[in-house]
């Protein structure tokens, strides 16, 4: 699996967007997308915007793969409110 600091700079990117609901059963497919991407040499950018619903385990992946496997882009304000939430309670 590639880091983000494994691709030369700027690395090509490629958009993956989300839509309706991300649940734990989407999860799988989702990272597949990422590691092709990965593969094809290329940075993964979330685009969320109409991203509706998720559950906690979407959350996490949303949380542990930004700046690592994918950026995030266009998030819609209620998902980045709980994922900041998510941040700082793990750092309290």
């Known amino acids: 699996m590639h880091r983000r600091d494994s ?7 490629v958009t993956i967007r989300v839509s309706g609901k991300l649940f ?5 497919y989702l990272h597949q ?15 969320l915007s109409q991203l509706q619903e998720l559950d906690r385990a979407a959350l996490s992946y949303l949380l542990k793969g930004e700046n ?16 900041n939430h998510e941040r700082n309670s793990d750092a309290a």
Do not use: K, Y
Not at 7 to 13: D, H, K, L, S
Not at 24 to 28: F, N, Q
Not at 69 to 74: A, E, G, K, N
């Open 33 to 47: 997308l990422v590691q092709s991407a990965e593969e094809c040499q290329l940075w993964p950018l979330l685009n």
């Open 24 to 28: 734990r059963g989407h999860l799988d």
């Open 68 to 83: 690592r496997q994918f950026t995030i882009v266009s998030c819609p304000g209620f998902i980045r409110e709980w994922m």
């Open 7 to 13: 691709f030369p700079q700027p690395a090509p990117r």
